[in-house]
């Protein structure tokens, strides 16, 4: 599953080293919103990776 523009902004944003209260306020959001939706785009990314390394052992 890709991650939404809104997942893309935050996870951006957090890899420049903004906390989850400062993204919210640049944002103009709530901050367990923020929360919410950073929780989600890991779940996508961990599950992405899952999927990767299972194809890669189907390879072999």
Known sequence: MALTERERQIMRLHSEGL???RIAKKL????????R??????KKLE???E???FAKNLKK
């Open 47 to 49: 599950r992405a990776l």
């Open 28 to 35: 103009r959001m709530e901050t367990p919103n923020v929360t």
């Open 51 to 53: 999927d990767l390394e």
């Open 19 to 21: 906390n989850d209260y």
């Open 37 to 42: 939706s950073r929780k989600n785009a890991l």
